[in-house]
């Protein structure tokens, strides 16, 4: 921790009820009636239906007598207009509450639609930038069901919306935007393919490791980061390679839940910072994106918390003994690249991004608020070698 950084106050708020268990979905719908709500908008996408995911959500609402409108319109990277869209049908049928079902899309699309019919006004105007409002009203009862292990969405008071016009990615949160409750039911997940495993996975072992290591990071947020980083090095592989391991699929949804808490109310760092500039230009998946951006920027930054890099490869069950402080903190680096490329991640170039973007994306990243809580000094020229080492386009560092 910088000193300068700790002159601030810092809070901690957690305001989502977690209930989570093998088959936890089942008591969904007494749940929700708990919350007072008889009227909900579901919010959904169609892959998660054609998946069979909503069935066990549906049985379980009729089940408690709480009547649903569906709205399985939510889509990758999701934009504006489907936030506007799900507004629309909310108001329409009086709805009294919503249920996220899905990955970070639907649970930040619910967020964004909660945050429209509470003020009125479309989530753009509160999104977290200069000349913009903050939150001022709280969202109707939200109630998260996470379909992928990884986004944190299910307990993070952020969401994340695509503004086609300037082809950004804003944030909107704090407190006010949080779920008011999530079921987290491992079994939902069983049926997920190894890359949405692999790639959700990296990305809330990166926001453990970023919220970990960033400027805004405090005991309480500390605390659960490391235990989710304990759990993605050792379960991730094996939720990968065997979707049907429940043990590791349990451990995996408490790991991205765990992962959420340690972003607080706060931000991450360079490696979302760039993911999500990246994301609003080219159409990506966050998960497999950020997670080919996690070690090149674990390279890069590891000097500027040794101490806490080294305690990392603990976690990821290095065995440090004998290792001075930074010869631990690089093995960090490494546990992770090894793990990227046991998980097959595709390459950034694979994925579709052009090297010859690298000017561009670098300058977009160093703009990006998630800039400040990097625990290195970093500028556009850094940014810039963290995209090359992602293209190996240079040597590496280590
Ligand atoms: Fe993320």
Request: proline share 6%; hydrophobic share 40%.
């Amino acid at each position: 921790m910088r000193f300068e950084r700790m002159n601030r106050l810092k809070g901690f708020e957690m305001p989502t009820a977690v209930k989570h268990g093998i088959g936890a979905v089942q008591y969904l719908g007494e749940e929700v009636k708990n919350l007072g709500v008889d009227k909900l908008l579901v919010v959904t996408d169609k892959g998660v239906c054609a998946a069979g995911l909503i069935d066990p959500v549906v049985d379980s609402l009729n089940k408690a007598g709480v009547s649903f409108v569906l709205y399985d319109g939510v889509v990758a990277n999701p934009p504006l207009e489907v936030v506007a869209a799900g507004t629309k049908i909310y108001l329409g049928n009086n709805c009294n509450g919503l249920l996220a079902v899905g990955g970070g899309s639907s649970m930040d699309t619910a967020k964004a639609i909660g945050v429209e019919v509470a003020h009125g006004e479309p989530v753009l105007e509160y999104e977290c930038a200069d000349g913009k409002k903050p939150l001022s009203k709280r969202i109707p009862p939200l109630t998260t069901v996470p379909t992928t292990a990884g986004t944190g969405s299910e307990v993070t008071q952020w969401a994340v919306i695509t503004d086609p016009a300037r082809q950004f990615k804003f944030n909107t949160g704090g407190p006010l935007i949080a779920a008011h409750l999530t079921v987290i039911d491992p079994e939902l997940h069983v049926s997920m393919p190894p890359l949405i495993t692999a790639g959700t996975g990296m990305d809330a072992l990166c926001h453990a490791i970023e919220c970990y290591t960033c400027h805004y990071a405090q005991p309480i947020t500390d605390s659960v980061a490391l235990l989710a980083i304990e759990y993605c090095a050792k379960y991730l592989r094996r939720a990968f390679a065997n979707g049907q391991d429940i043990e590791a699929r349990y451990a995996m949804s408490q790991a991205a839940m765990l992962a959420g808490l340690s972003y607080g109310s706060e931000s991450a760092g360079a490696a979302h910072a760039m993911s999500q500039t990246l994301g609003g230009i080219i159409p990506i998946a966050h998960g497999p994106c950020v997670a080919t951006m996690l070690g090149p920027v674990m390279e890069f930054n590891w000097m500027g918390e040794p101490e806490k890099f080294a305690r990392i490869a603990q976690a990821m069950g290095v065995n440090t003994f004998g290792m001075s402080v930074d010869e631990a903190a690089k093995e960090a680096v490494l546990a992770v690249y090894e793990l990227v490329d046991d998980l097959c991640i595709p390459s950034l170039a694979d994925q579709g991004v052009p090297e010859d973007m690298i000017p561009r994306l670098a300058k977009e990243a160093f703009n990006d608020p998630q800039t400040v809580g990097n625990p290195r000094d970093i500028d556009v020229k850094g940014y810039e070698w963290i995209y090359k080492r992602c293209f190996d386009l240079v040597e590496p560092s280590l």
